[in-house]
């Protein structure tokens, strides 16, 4: 009970809009400045959302593990099977066919699901370890999959996603990644070289420019199309739009030979176990049952 009542707390601090609300006997009234309709629709100015750090005293194992990445990503990329460029050709990877082949069934999924209320919260309050990049109501997701754990609950609720997803080889994590108008995503990196990231456009607003950088390439995204690429390179990304930008963001394995695929097996089977992930699994849990509590 404790978990889900930090998790209201958290909350109101995210974005207070119709959980708030709702809450409002427990939590009293929305922070000022938020006004009474759906997050998704919301635009969000950064001087509304209060920048979060990263939390100091992370476990031993992740701040080893950034020290020692760059050692194991070395190892990894001499390893690779598929180019080790910033952006990589899609045609490399036949599977994202499948996703352009439906990707007007999955907006459908997260415009039913990921964009009601307050479905898909805040990075920053489901994973501590972005918080230093991803400020409350600016960056959200809504989780299927997270290193290799099914999101049982959400996944039910985008079934044809879900089926989807689920083919792709090697998949590691999948959920829709939401940026609301204004948004900046300041230069970061990923966690492993042994994991690609493709991005499916599902929602991409005209009136503005909404982009990324990755290393010295500027790449954007178009609507049913996917871009993959290799998110160990310094990337940061822009939201210059009064729109909300929506993709399906999935992580996969790289292929590669060994001893690379050994040394990324046993390097994401420590993330696996971390706190980085586990405790980001309990998050979503606590805010699902949250979000079920409040709407009773």
Same mark, same amino acid.
């Given at each position: ?36 309709? #759906? ?81 898909? #919260? ?5 994973? #501590? $370890? ?25 996944? !039910? ?22 940026? !609301? #108008? ?26 503005? $420019? ?53 040394? !990324? ?9 971390? !706190? ?21």
């Amino acid at each position: 009970m404790g978990t889900i009542i930090q998790t209201r707390n958290e909350m109101r601090q995210d974005y207070g809009v119709r959980s708030a609300m709702m809450a409002g006997a427990i939590l009293g009234d929305p922070p000022r400045g938020f006004a009474d309709r #759906p997050v998704a629709d919301t635009p969000i100015t950064g001087n509304r959302s209060p920048k979060m750090k990263a939390e100091p005293n992370r476990p031993l194992i992740i701040r080893l593990g950034k020290h020692l990445r760059g050692v194991f990503d070395s190892l990894i990329a001499s390893s690779s099977l598929v180019p080790n460029d910033p952006v990589l050709d899609v045609r490399t990877f036949p599977w994202t066919q499948l996703l352009r082949d439906h990707w007007q069934d999955i907006r459908a999924e997260a415009m039913q699901v990921a964009l009601q209320g307050d479905a898909s #919260p805040s990075l920053a309050t489901i994973s #501590p $370890d972005h918080r230093s990049i991803a400020q409350l109501g600016m960056w959200r997701s809504f989780f299927l999959w997270g290193y290799g754990y099914r999101i049982d609950d959400n996944a !039910a609720r985008c079934p044809v996603t879900s089926a989807l997803v689920k083919q792709i080889p090697g998949l590691n994590s999948a959920f829709f990644s939401i940026l !609301a #108008p204004g948004t900046h995503i300041p230069a970061h990196r990923g966690v492993s070289k042994g994991l690609i990231t493709c991005h499916l456009g599902l929602i991409v607003p005209r009136n503005g $420019d909404v982009r990324m950088r990755v290393d010295r390439r500027v790449v954007r995204w178009s609507e049913g199309e996917t871009l993959v690429f290799d998110d160990t390179y310094d990337h940061e990304v822009w939201n210059e739009t009064d729109g909300t930008r929506v993709v399906l963001l999935i992580q996969f394995e790289r292929p590669l030979r060994n001893p690379g695929k050994w040394i !990324a097996d046993m390097f994401l089977g420590i993330v696996r176990r971390s !706190a980085f992930v586990q405790e980001a699994r309990d998050n979503i849990a606590a805010w699902n049952a949250a979000i079920k509590q409040m709407d009773f």
